[in-house]
């Protein structure tokens, strides 16, 4: 289907037809995955229902990047989407799953935060991210606020929030709903990557992903042996900002994945501007009421 709209498809050039195709095939390559999956080496281990689907690193990168049009070199373990959606469907969402080790994340500071600052400090750095997405030709990004208030349970060791964030001179925002699972050693890292109207239906789904894994034995938080182990130069504020937090010459905080902005969405802009032109073309004297 051409961004929903089958019927119309005869508008679209034969070039954008082609360019779809090619999407549609690379899509139709990927290895969905259900079932239990172990992730890094016995780190965690997964449990895909029937309602959603895994895709490994390469896959994911393939969906992310080639599918989405989002930047090379994010380092990722894998994605989740809902098995009702294909990654081309207008309305789908997936999860990102990444894992950082930068040691054991204490939360002594996680009552004493203060969201309103870490929101100012976050917009300040996504702005200099966001300059350095447009120097290497992608999309700016702004983040506009929180979707979601950050909250911490202290007894299960998990963190979420939900960024707002717009991409280029879009109408449609983006959704970045976070969520850390706290380790012995490191983090595991979720990312909702969807439209911010699905704010709602991302919700329904948080609870059903964070009890799809778990850390197993040895790599859990309680594991933790401060006479062996390293430990986090920082804690729970700094897991939301991004700040230190770095693997494989990125920052982790500044994971913001952004849905459909590839072929696809240029198929969608094409046909919208053919609309456009044809409503002040067909009448000289402009458009009537």
Known sequence: MLVGVAQEADEYSAEEVQAYEALQRTVDALQPRTGTIVLADGLATLRVPDDFYFLDAADAKTVLVDVWGNPPGQVVLGLLLPARYSPLDYESWAVTIAYIEDGHVSDDDAAEIDFTALLRDMQADMQEASDARVADGYSPVELLGWAEAPHYDASAKKLYWAKELRFGGTDETTLNYEIRALGR?????????????????VNASRDAVLAMTEFNAGHRYTDFDPGVDKQAVYGIGALI???????????????????????????????MWRRFMRLFSSDKSGPQS
């Open 185 to 201: 050693l490191g983090i595991l890292s979720f990312t909702f990557v969807a439209a911010t109207g699905q704010l709602e239906e």
């Open 241 to 271: 900002t991004g700040k230190l937090i770095v693997k494989a010459g990125v920052f982790a905080g500044m994971l913001e994945f952004l849905k459909k902005f590839g072929v696809y969405i240029l198929l969608a802009i094409a046909l």
